[in-house]
C-alpha cells in the first residue's frame, strides 16, 4: 500500500489471479513469485520500522469512548446526561497529563459554540497548555437567529475556552448528509435533521497548541485514497473522529477501521481514531495497531503519539507509479499482439 496505493494494489492482486491464463503450471510459478514480492516487501518495510519508543516527545493523547448507543445519542432528554458522562470519562487518571482529550464525532449533541455553559465545562477539562476537541455540528445563522448553513465540524478549546481550530467535513454522505441534484430530486436526508450539511473547504492541517500539526478526518472521509491531507502542507498525524453506532454490532466499525489503516500505511503517518462506540485506536504508519478499545465498550485510553515517517511513495507520487506499470503492462500486450500478427 506505501508504493501502490490501494488501486495499484488491486491492480496487482488482478494480475496475480490473471497469471493462470498462462496455464495452471506456468500461471501458478507467476503467481506465486508475484504473492512473494507483495509479501515480501511488506515484510522488509515493517522489519526497518521503528519501535514503540518512536514516539512525540511530551505528547500523549485521552480518547473518550462513551459507547452511547445511537438510539439515544440524539434523544433530546438525554443530550444532558450524555454530555456528562463524556466529562466524567475525560479525567485523567492519577498521574496522566494528556496534551489533549479528544471526544467523537458530533459528540456534543448541541452546537458546543452556541452553548457557553457546557464549553466553559469542558474547557476545564482542557490541558492547561493543550486542548480538548470534538465533534460537533457547527452553524450559520441569520439575524433572526435562524440557521441558513450547518457543517458536519470539529472544534478545539484550550483552557480559557477558547477557539484554538476548527475543521468542517468536505466528503459528504450522498442522502445521509446532503442530496445530490436536490433541485431534481424532492428527497430529505435519512439522517438526523432535514436540511442537510454544507461540505467544508477540503484536507486542512490544524495547529493546535500542545501538539504536533494534524489532519482532521470526520467519519467516512478517511476512506478515501490520497484525500486525507493538505499536500503543501504535510501533518504529522491524522485524527479520525467518528460515530459507528448506526452499524450496530456488525462487520461495519470493523471494515471502517480496516481503511483508515490503508490511509495511515499510504501516507506515513499514525492515525488516531476516536468513535463513540467504537472502534477506536492508535495505529502507526506501518499499519500496526497499537492499541484499540473493544467496540461497544464505555472507557477512555490514553496514549503517545507516535512519529511520523518519511513520506512513502504513494504519498509522493500518488497513483503514478501504478499508472506506468499498467502503462507498461499495455503496451507489452499491444506488442505481443502485433508481433502474433506479422
Known amino acids: 500500500m506505501a508504493y501502490l496505493g490501494p488501486y495499484g494494489t488491486g491492480a496487482a492482486t488482478v494480475l496475480i489471479g490473471a497469471a493462470f491464463l498462462f496455464g495452471w503450471r506456468r500461471g501458478g510459478v507467476i503467481a506465486l513469485l508475484g504473492l512473494a514480492l507483495l509479501w515480501g516487501g511488506g515484510a522488509l518495510r515493517l522489519q526497518g520500522a521503528p519501535g514503540r519508543d518512536a514516539v ?50 458530533a459528540a ?16 476545564k477539562l482542557a490541558p492547561p497548555d493543550g486542548v480538548i476537541i470534538t465533534g460537533t455540528n457547527r452553524y450559520l445563522r441569520n439575524a433572526d437567529n435562524q440557521v441558513i448553513q450547518a457543517w458536519n465540524g470539529m472544534v478545539a478549546f484550550d483552557a480559557e475556552g477558547s477557539l484554538r481550530g476548527a475543521f468542517d467535513k468536505f466528503h459528504l454522505v450522498p442522502f445521509g448528509e446532503y442530496v445530490p441534484l436536490k433541485e431534481l430530486l424532492p428527497l430529505q436526508i435519512i439522517s438526523q435533521g432535514a436540511s442537510g ?38 501533518p504529522a498525524w491524522l485524527l479520525n473522529l467518528t460515530n459507528d453506532g448506526w452499524y450496530g454490532v456488525s462487520t461495519g466499525p470493523y471494515q471502517h477501521l480496516a481503511a483508515t489503516i490503508l490511509r495511515a500505511v499510504e501516507e506515513g503517518l499514525p492515525l488516531v481514531r476516536v468513535a463513540n462506540t467504537g472502534v477506536s485506536a492508535l495505529v502507526d504508519g506501518n499499519g500496526r495497531v497499537w492499541n484499540s478499545l473493544t467496540l461497544n465498550t464505555e472507557m477512555a485510553l490514553t496514549i503517545p503519539l507516535p512519529l511520523p515517517l518519511d513520506p512513502p511513495p504513494f504519498a509522493r507520487f500518488g497513483d503514478l507509479i501504478t499508472l506506468l506499470v499498467v502503462t507498461f503492462l499495455i503496451l507489452l500486450l499491444v506488442v505481443r499482439r502485433l508481433r502474433a500478427n506479422l
Open 56 to 105: 512525540q516527545p511530551g505528547v500523549s493523547l485521552r480518547l473518550v469512548q462513551p459507547a452511547i448507543p445511537q438510539s439515544l445519542k440524539w434523544d433530546r432528554s438525554r443530550l444532558q446526561s450524555n454530555f456528562q458522562k463524556y466529562l466524567a470519562m475525560s479525567a485523567p487518571a492519577p498521574g496522566e497529563t494528556p496534551s489533549a482529550i479528544i471526544w467523537g464525532e
Open 108 to 123: 456534543t449533541g448541541y452546537p458546543i459554540e452556541e452553548v457557553e455553559p457546557w464549553r466553559m465545562a469542558m474547557a
Open 197 to 234: 450539511y454544507s461540505p467544508g473547504p477540503g484536507p486542512r492541517t490544524l495547529r493546535l497548541p500542545g501538539l504536533p500539526p494534524v489532519a482532521p478526518l470526520i467519519c467516512y472521509e478517511v476512506i478515501f485514497p490520497g484525500a486525507v491531507v493538505d499536500r503543501a502542507d504535510r
